[in-house]
T-cell receptor
Framework: GAGVSQSPSNKVTEKGKDVELRCDPISGHTALYWYRQSLGQGLEFLIYFQGNSAPDKSGLPSDRFSAERTGGSVSTLTIQRTQQEDSAVYLC???????????????FGSGTRLTVV | SQQGEEDPQALSIQEGENATMNCSYKTSINNLQWYRQNSGRGLVHLILIRSNEREKHSGRLRVTLDTSKKSSSLLITASRAADTASYFCAHTETTGRRALTFGSGTRLQVQP
C-alpha cells in the first residue's frame, strides 16, 4: 500500500480483556517496528522485526505483550489481560534496511489509541 | 533506557522567527533522525544525518550533529503557524538495539 495502515484506529476495552492491534506495512519494507506513546510523552520501543531474523523483543514491558509478523508483512500486537496502564497510542512503523547503511527513515502509521476502562 | 533528551520541552515563538531545538544522546550512533508529530498520532520523517556528517539542510530545516558532544540541533527558519507540532530526535546505536531510540520531544507553538 501507499502507507502504513493500522487498525483499529481506536479501541476501548475492559480491564482483563485481550486485544489485538494490526499493522500493515509498506510493501517491500523489510523492517517493522512497534512503539507506544503515553499522553504527552516520547515513544517507547516495544519490538522490532527485520526480515527472517529473530525479532528484538527487548522493549516488551511484560509477558502479557506479544507480537508476530506473518509472511514478512502484516504484524499483530497482542496484549493479554489488559490493564489500565496499557492505555496509550500504539504506533507501528516500517522502513527499508540497506546492508552496511542501516535503516532509512521510518514511515509511521496513524496509530491505535487504546483505552482500558 | 538510552532514551535521548531534548530541550527545550516546549517552545513558543512568533511567525517568521527561527526555532532551535536541541537533542542529546548517550551512546555511539549510526545516524540521527528528526521527526515531526501532529495531534499525537503518526510521526513524519523530516531529515536523517549520518554519524560522519556534521550539517545537513532540507528546505527551511538545518540539522547539525556533534558526535564529540553527543548532541544535535534542529533549526527551523522563518517559522510558520503550520510548523506547530512536536518534534522528536531519534538515533540508532552502533551496538545493541537496531531500532530507533526516541528523545522526549519538543512541543513547538508558532503564534500567527
Amino acid at each position: 500500500g501507499a502507507g502504513v495502515s493500522q487498525s483499529p484506529s481506536n479501541k476501548v476495552t475492559e480491564k482483563g480483556k485481550d486485544v489485538e492491534l494490526r499493522c500493515d506495512p509498506i510493501s517491500g519494507h523489510t523492517a517493522l517496528y512497534w512503539y507506544r506513546q503515553s499522553l504527552g510523552q516520547g515513544l517507547e520501543f516495544l519490538i522490532y522485526f527485520q526480515g527472517n531474523s529473530a525479532p528484538d523483543k527487548s522493549g516488551l514491558p511484560s509477558d502479557r505483550f506479544s507480537a508476530e509478523r506473518t509472511g514478512g508483512s502484516v504484524s499483530t500486537l497482542t496484549i493479554q489481560r489488559t490493564q489500565q496502564e496499557d492505555s496509550a497510542v500504539y504506533l507501528c512503523a516500517s522502513s527499508l534496511v540497506i546492508p552496511l547503511q542501516g535503516a532509512y527513515g521510518y514511515t509511521f502509521g496513524s496509530g491505535t489509541r487504546l483505552t482500558v476502562v | 533506557s538510552q532514551q535521548g533528551e531534548e530541550d527545550p520541552q516546549a517552545l513558543s515563538i512568533q511567525e517568521g522567527e527561527n526555532a532551535t531545538m536541541n537533542c542529546s544522546y548517550k551512546t555511539s550512533i549510526n545516524n540521527l533522525q528528526w521527526y515531526r508529530q501532529n495531534s499525537g498520532r503518526g510521526l513524519v520523517h523530516l531529515i536523517l544525518i549520518r554519524s560522519n556528517e556534521r550539517e545537513k539542510h532540507s528546505g527551511r530545516l538545518r540539522v547539525t550533529l556533534d558526535t564529540s558532544k553527543k548532541s544535535s540541533s534542529l533549526l527551523i527558519t522563518a517559522s510558520r503557524a503550520a510548523d506547530t507540532a512536536s518534534y522528536f530526535c531519534a538515533h540508532t546505536e552502533t551496538t545493541g538495539r537496531r531500532a530507533l531510540t526516541f528523545g522526549s520531544g519538543t512541543r513547538l507553538q508558532v503564534q500567527p
